[in-house]
């Protein structure tokens, strides 16, 4: 289990961390927003859920205790975990700061980023601001819409929930989301600072770590597929082969993660779907 993390940490001279007070089964012990920069104006990335005050309340104690604004607010993706905060952070603090974030593929920005002016970044784009160049790396998967944000000061990149810093993430894509994962080992980063949970220190290691889990159980479905090589089976039959030693009941939640592997296996052209099953080509 992680170790208990502060509201508030001044992780580095250039990095302010608060906690979106928001803990939960997904959130871990609550969505981590980031102050970034060492000077009067700074860069806020991700606001928090809504209608969250002591969150508002440990934001404006920063702003204040620092003597800085915002120059710039930057969402990572649109999940209501990340953007839920927005409207209330820009109310309070962000009326002369700049609204970014990627535009999603998929669908529309939630309710929550109404009447918000958000500009939409590129690839590679930079943000600066005092003491901070920030670039951004789109890394969809987790959502279409997803960036992590390289510190070019630092050497280090603000992760998102592509990494997190206790556990595994979630996906909407896999073939996308290794495709993300291969992109932010090329970064080189020394450190990583995600979007849950505590620095990753190790950083090279937990990314090698996070395509190593989901290549090995792509090579346990493969193995089951060219066993069965020339017959259709079942994501169920296939769950059954590889999660062995996990109860029956359990075996429905696991579909979830065999079905996204077997989509980017799909999407790669090493096996096809065909009436209800699928085959190994």
């Not at 810093?165 to 450190?191: N, Q, R, W």
Request: proline share 4%; glycine share 8%; aromatic share 6%.
């Amino acid at each position: 289990m992680s170790a208990k993390l502060e509201v508030v940490s001044k992780i580095t001279p250039r990095i302010i961390r608060i906690l979106g007070l928001n803990p939960g089964l997904m959130t871990l012990q609550g969505t981590n927003t980031y102050v970034i920069g060492n000077g009067p104006r700074r860069i806020l990335l991700d606001t928090g859920e809504f209608n969250k005050p002591d969150y508002i309340s440990a934001l404006n104690n920063v702003l204040s205790k620092e003597s800085i604004n915002l120059a710039h607010i930057i969402i990572s993706h649109w999940h209501l975990d990340h953007i839920g905060g927005l409207k209330e952070v820009f109310n309070n603090f962000g009326k002369d700061s700049t609204v970014w974030k990627f535009r999603r593929t998929d669908g529309s920005n939630p309710c929550y980023i109404d009447d918000v002016p958000v500009k939409y970044l590129k690839n590679g784009q930079e943000i600066k601001a005092d003491g901070a160049t920030l670039k951004v790396v789109h890394t969809p998967g987790h959502t279409t819409d997803h960036i992590v944000l390289q510190l070019k000061e630092d050497d280090s990149v603000f992760t998102g929930d592509c990494i997190l810093g206790a556990g595994t993430s979630v996906f909407e894509d896999l073939y996308d989301y290794m495709k993300s994962l291969e992109i932010i080992l090329k970064l080189d980063p020394k450190v990583l600072y995600p979007g849950h949970g505590p620095v990753i220190e190790d950083a090279k290691d937990r990314i090698e770590a996070y395509i190593s889990h989901r290549k090995t159980r792509e090579d346990q479905i493969i193995q089951v597929l060219v066993k069965h090589k020339g017959q259709n089976i079942t994501t169920a039959n296939i769950v059954k082969a590889i999660y062995v030693d996990v109860p029956e009941n359990l075996h429905k939640a696991a579909e979830q993660n065999v079905n996204n592997h077997l989509m980017k296996l799909k999407k790669e052209g090493q096996i096809a779907e065909i009436s209800g099953g699928w085959t190994f080509l």
